[in-house]
């Protein structure tokens, strides 16, 4: 039985980025010893898009209300690239203290966990089942 995901993020700032989770962010962590911080992060589901490559990944957080979140990160100091309409949701990116970035996004489209699970724009989430 699967329990679980993990995320690694890479970083040329670990350090940094930790302390923007922990610090900025709010998640709980665990030490996994040594001050290597494991952070526990929202539900999460995974999307397969078609692309020419492999092993290419990318995370974004999910929100319900990308103004309401973009404010209350920005008096923190957070800071986010532009924000941009797309058929599946408002997107951003967060800049993370070691030069990275994570994205942000609202979506428009049924999500499979939280009060985005009623469904967008009067959408049921849909549950494929397995055969």
């Known amino acids: 039985m699967l329990?679980?995901?993990?995320?690694?993020?890479?970083?040329?700032?670990?350090?940094?980025?930790?302390?923007?989770f922990?610090?900025?962010?709010?998640?709980?962590?665990?030490?996994?010893?040594?001050?290597?911080?494991?952070?526990a992060i929202p539900p999460a589901e995974v999307a397969f898009h078609p692309h020419d490559q492999n092993n290419m990944h990318q995370m974004y957080f999910m929100c319900d209300d990308s103004k309401t979140q973009m404010a209350a990160l920005k008096k923190k100091g957070v800071r986010f690239r532009e924000i941009s309409e797309e058929r599946w949701g408002t997107r951003t990116t967060i800049s993370l203290p070691g030069g990275g970035e994570i994205g942000l996004y609202e979506p428009k489209h049924p999500v499979t966990f939280g009060k985005a699970s009623r469904g967008r724009r009067g959408s049921k989430a849909k549950r494929s089942k397995r055969r």
């Open 3 to 20: 329990t679980g995901a993990h995320v690694v993020i890479y970083s040329k700032d670990a350090e940094a980025d930790r302390a923007f």
């Open 22 to 39: 922990r610090d900025t962010l709010g998640f709980r962590s665990v030490d996994a010893g040594g001050g290597w911080l494991i952070f």
